[in-house]
């Protein structure tokens, strides 16, 4: 049998009996005890945690032993870049550049941004990554007199925090919107999925503390890779008629019995 099938066996047989219903943070057996345990060499071993690093699940710091983790990136109701998200997990964020043009808005994009038909916006289309693994396909349109030569400068790293530093501008709120497709070819190429695969797409327009709209994005997330959550509040109630609550133990019978 091959090296490198023994590998991808050790791979999945590890995966089955430890990260499968494993909690984050669950610790690995060492390597010789994985070897002994799998009849296996240490460095078939070696070459199945690898692997499982590759793919996100299991994570070494510091030479310690391999972990556990939640291969998924989850969204909370607050605003954040795919910089910070990716950070705080503990992951090294990239992105590769695939377009950063000057062009006119369409009439899609201008109603979006608040701007007329044609006027000039920056455009940039990246490939959002994650320990170099593609995570979000991500495309922004942004006034290009709020951000002149923008489209020239290094777009590797995070949006927001060079629009802050090159052009003192902040994105306060987003309004977003977000629903449930499949993957075409050419997202799914990039995406390294199957074609047909669910992802998540968001629509969102982010606003300066002023109300002022700083962009327009569209966003492609992997399905296996994202999840979003939201907080709800319970509706209010209106007022019962006649005004407030009644006192306790005077409904409309009890009453007319004490007239």
């Keep these: ?20 219903g494993s909690e984050p943070a669950t610790v690995l057996p060492s390597e010789r005890r994985l070897a002994a345990e799998f009849g296996v060499a240490r460095a078939t071993v070696r070459s199945a945690l690898a692997m499982l690093r590759e793919q996100q699940q299991i994570r070494s710091t510091s030479g310690g032993p391999p972990v556990v983790v939640d291969p998924r990136l989850s969204k909370a109701p607050q605003l954040s870049s795919f910089t910070q998200d990716a950070l705080a997990r503990g992951w090294h964020p990239s992105s590769r550049v695939l377009e950063a043009v000057e062009e006119p808005a369409d009439v899609s994009v201008a109603r979006d941004l608040g701007l007329s038909p044609g006027s000039p916006v920056a455009h940039v289309r990246r490939l959002r990554l994650a320990d170099s693994a593609p995570m979000a396909l991500e495309e922004v349109w942004l006034p290009l007199e709020l951000v002149p030569g923008l489209v020239d400068l290094d777009l590797s790293g995070s949006l927001y925090e060079l629009l802050e530093e090159r052009y003192d501008l902040a994105v306060f709120r987003h309004d977003r919107r977000i629903s449930a497709i499949t993957v075409d070819a050419v997202h799914a190429e990039l995406l390294q999925l199957p074609v047909g695969a669910a992802a998540l797409f968001a629509t969102q327009i982010g606003l300066d503390p002023r109300g002022r709209r700083l962009e327009l994005g569209r966003s492609l997330y992997r399905g296996d890779r994202f999840d979003f959550t939201t907080v709800t509040f319970a509706a209010r109630r209106a007022p019962a008629a006649g005004g407030g609550r009644r006192p306790a133990g005077h409904t409309p019978e009890k009453r007319k019995a004490l007239a």
């Excluded at 050790?10 to 990260?19: H, L, N």
Aim: zero cysteines.
């Design 1 to 20: 049998m091959r090296p490198a099938r023994i590998a991808r066996e050790v791979r999945d047989a590890i995966e089955a009996r430890y990260i499968a």
